[in-house]
């Protein structure tokens, strides 16, 4: 029997399964979620958060209208969102929208306030940070299979399908990051095209952030090119 594969436009009833494919998408290679370092002591979990920011619309690397849902016999498998880089504002979360994260949870202003807190801190107090500098006017982020649905070559249709939303919306070229040491990422996103662009190692992070992190790798596909 052959296999019906299928993409979509995420809505707001997908918020459930993009909130786990968020939170997939965030663990590798170091499997561990970055926001629940930010989380520390507020009660509240990764996936709570998620949620939240999704259903706030609070995200700089793509809300739920910028999802595009992978379905393999009519059930979600794996999302990745593609959208247009905030120019103002790099970093994964759209601060102004932290007071609505602070009522969705029930979070004191107090609690509100260490998390803006730790957010800052974790990069630098820059909402520019340079390493996060989109090379394209088109970024892919949170790109994820649910792990019962890999190793069957999925992550590939999907990024495929985000890359020609990419293309139908005029866009020249399309960025991904990845975090040094993915390697099963890295080779997904080679396998559609994408080429190394620029390379942060472990120092540039310890020297400017103070913190021990493997590094990242952005990417850039120019979407004029045919894909395979």
């Known amino acids: 029997m052959s296999i019906l594969l299928t993409t979509r436009k995420a809505t707001s009833a997908d918020i459930p399964f993009l909130t786990q494919i968020e939170y ?6 170091l499997d561990h979620c970055f926001w629940e370092d930010l989380l520390e002591d507020t009660g509240t979990s990764a996936l709570e958060f998620i949620e939240a920011e999704l259903r706030t619309d609070a995200s700089n690397w793509g809300n739920v209208s910028d999802f595009i849902v992978l379905e393999e016999q009519g059930k979600p498998v794996a999302a990745a969102a593609g959208y247009v880089p905030n120019s103002e504002d790099y970093c994964p979360l759209r601060l102004s929208q932290l007071e ?6 029930n979070w ?21 940070p340079f390493f996060l500098t989109p090379q394209a006017p088109w970024i892919i982020e949170n790109v994820a299979v649910l792990p019962e649905a890999r190793g069957r070559g999925l992550g590939k249709t999907l990024l495929q399908a985000v890359l020609e939303e990419g293309r139908a919306q005029g866009h020249s070229h ?3 990051m ?6 099963r990422a890295r080779h997904a ?3 559609v095209g ?18 021990e992190f493997p590094g ?12 395979e």
Do not use: C, H, W
């Not at 994408?194 to 913190?211: C, G, L, R, V």
């Open 24 to 29: 997939e998408a965030s663990l590798p290679p």
């Open 100 to 105: 609505a994260i602070a009522q969705a949870l």
């Open 108 to 128: 004191s202003s107090a609690t509100a306030s260490l998390f803006r807190d730790r957010y800052l801190g974790l990069f630098g107090g820059d909402l520019t």
């Open 174 to 176: 399309a960025g991904i």
């Open 178 to 183: 990845v975090i040094n040491g993915n390697d």
């Open 189 to 191: 996103y080679e396998a």
């Open 194 to 211: 994408f080429k190394p662009y620029q390379t942060f190692y472990a120092d540039y992070f310890s020297e400017q952030f103070n913190i």
């Open 216 to 227: 990242v790798t952005k990417f850039g596909l120019s979407l004029s090119t045919a894909m």
